[in-house]
């Protein structure tokens, strides 16, 4: 008898560390970061033609309908789900990836003359790195400071892209500092969101002081 009681003992304890190696294995993939290379992309996961976020492209005249389907066919956002509808703004979430806000612009009567005029991503982990997006986008962005608020930004004229990270050296901007929010806009929006903001030119990861004490670009 001692031998059944010893065998289905180290019975429970192996089941019991296999159980706990899945979850440990489930929990590494839903926080593995995601790739800038994936979110660049259209929605079959290959490369946009122009820059675009999940196949959508601030600036199109597409309904919102439209680009929710579009973005609910790429491969890493099946799960993503509507949130909220209003003022403009319509916000979708996934658990596993990010929240994403597509954000409308319209002319007349907003129903039958309507664009994305930005999309919005919010990273609800903060797992992603500022320094893989900079090496990713290669141009060197320009930095936006609010003199008011002290948030300081990353521009990508070129994409019409800004990044808001959250530093880990609250005096430092650097690699390892957190992607907060991506928004990838349109022409005009992008010209309105910028006008908030006093524009420096890229000086690499620094110390913020440096920038604030920057010359301004023209």
């Not at 019975?11 to 296999?18: R, S």
């Not at 919102?64 to 403009?88: C, E, F, M």
């Not at 990861?205 to 010359?215: D, G, L």
Request: proline residues 6%.
């Amino acid at each position: 008898m001692k031998w059944m009681w010893r065998l289905l003992f180290y019975t429970l304890i192996l089941t019991a560390i296999f159980v706990a190696s899945i979850a440990v294995v489930r929990e590494s993939a839903i926080a593995i970061p995601t790739p800038p290379i994936q979110i660049f992309t259209d929605s079959d996961g290959s490369a946009c033609p122009q820059i675009c976020i999940y196949g959508v492209q601030p600036g199109q005249k597409i309904t919102v309908q439209l680009a929710a389907a579009t973005l609910l066919k790429h491969p890493q956002l099946r799960d993503i789900q509507k949130l909220a509808d209003s003022n403009g703004i319509v916000q979708y979430g996934s658990k596993t990836v990010l929240d994403i806000d597509i954000r409308l612009g319209w002319a007349g009567n907003p129903r039958t003359v309507t664009w994305i005029s930005a999309l919005y991503l919010k990273f609800p982990r903060h797992d992603d790195l500022l320094g893989r997006y900079v090496e990713y986008l290669a141009t060197p962005p320009l930095i936006g400071l609010d003199n008011i608020s002290r948030n300081m930004i990353l521009v990508f004229p070129d994409q019409r892209l800004i990044i808001q990270a959250l530093a880990v050296d609250g005096y430092r901007l650097g690699p390892d500092d957190k992607v907060y929010t991506l928004t990838l806009y349109d022409v005009t929006s992008f010209e309105d969101v910028l006008a908030n903001y006093t524009l420096k030119a890229w000086r690499g990861f620094t110390s913020i002081e440096r920038y604030y004490a920057a010359p301004p670009v023209h």
